[in-house]
């Protein structure tokens, strides 16, 4: 028998939801950059390595650039950004965006690896980022 998610339709979650584990800001060990991709943010048009496992937030954090986030798990949005172009595909069942947010590119960067069926560059738009001291 198929399990049914409860409230799909609505990208609510409940505490039995929520991965125990909390993720740290650098890409994971030996994570190499994948050839070619980038992660782009907007408008300081600031660029980071994409490692194969890692999310865009780690991607970023690996670059010395910090993005708004806290709960770090898809739960809280502190970290939410529209992407301008590129794909992403999440690492937990229900990130914390409604369909109608996803369909105008609302993404949760904490949460968000890049899709390896897609190409190019992943372009976000982060006002918020800031550069941090290396
Ligand atoms: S940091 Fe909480 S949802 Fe991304």
């Known amino acids: 028998m198929m399990a049914i998610p409860l409230l799909p339709q609505t990208g609510i979650r409940t505490m039995h939801d929520i991965p125990p584990p909390l993720f740290p800001d650098a890409a ?10 980038r992660l782009r943010l907007l408008p300081q048009d600031w660029t980071a390595p994409l490692p194969d496992g890692g999310t865009l937030l780690q991607a ?12 770090r798990n898809g739960t809280c949005r502190a970290c939410i950004c529209r992407m301008a172009a590129g794909r992403v595909r999440y690492r937990i069942d229900w990130p914390g965006v409604s369909v109608e947010e996803r369909r105008e590119g609302w993404i949760l960067p904490c949460v968000a690896l890049p899709d390896e069926d897609a190409a190019g ?14």
Request: glycine share 14%.
């Open 28 to 37: 994971p060990d030996g994570a190499a950059p994948a050839p070619g991709r």
């Open 60 to 71: 970023a954090g690996a670059a010395g650039i910090e993005l708004p986030s806290s709960c």
């Open 121 to 134: 560059d992943i372009v976000l738009e982060a006002p918020g980022a800031v550069r941090t001291p290396r």
